[in-house]
């Protein structure tokens, strides 16, 4: 057992002394990314239940955000970043026993913007603090079905998003990051999962391959 508590204390060693060494460039100007990251959303966070004169409604949705972006760094402690993402809800409406009225819709950003990190990093930090800011839309889509009758609804706003985050160079071609931020878009003219507005704050985690 002490053998084997050695053994992995050797290796952990090794590794860190082998991050030690990579660690001494990590120069991103002229770099691209691709990237997928996965959390939670605020802003799609409710559930209701009522019944009235024996027609009984609930609504509910969950908390998933996440997407893919490519990234470009122009300059040292500057990335452009455009991402595409999706934050999802649900709503189901139960009418009687013989009828139920499913609903399910999904808000679907398209962004542009950028990461600018502070301070200034050096060629040789693995650790880089950034703020962000982008703009674009954000398309709202639902499909609503019972036995008689299917719906499809789809609009498209504008808004934008704030952040800030860090990421973390695990070595030459990865590198993982957290980010927490809030969407802000202008109201759907029509209710999409029933809602008119998905203003809320976000979290995720993120994995980028470097190149």
């Known amino acids: 057992m002490n053998k ?17 060494t990579a660690a001494q460039d990590y120069q991103m100007i002229g770099r691209f990314s691709l990237g997928v990251n996965i959390g939670f959303y605020s802003g799609s966070n409710y559930a209701s239940s009522t019944a009235y004169n024996g027609y009984k409604t609930n609504i509910s949705s969950n908390l998933f955000f996440g997407g893919i972006s490519v990234s470009h760094w122009a300059q040292e402690d500057l990335a452009i970043k455009f991402s595409a993402g999706m934050m999802t809800g649900s709503e189901t409406i139960s009418i009687t026993s013989n009828n139920q009225v499913q609903d399910v819709s999904a808000v679907i950003p398209i962004l542009i913007g950028i990461n600018y990190y502070l301070p200034e990093p050096l060629s040789a930090n693995r650790i880089r603090t950034f703020i962000s800011g982008s703009i674009g839309t954000y398309t709202g889509h639902e499909i609503k079905n019972n036995i008689l009758l299917l719906r ?5 706003v504008m808004g934008a998003r704030a952040g800030a985050g860090v990421d973390y160079i695990l070595f030459k071609h990865a590198l993982l990051g957290a980010n927490l931020g809030y969407n802000a878009m202008n109201d759907f003219s029509h209710p999409i999962g029933g809602k008119n507005n998905y203003n809320g704050g976000d979290f995720s985690l993120q994995f980028d391959y470097l190149f």
């Open 4 to 20: 084997l508590i050695l053994g992995i204390e050797l290796i952990l060693l090794i590794l860190a002394l082998a991050g030690s």
């Open 152 to 156: 499809v609804n789809s609009e498209t």
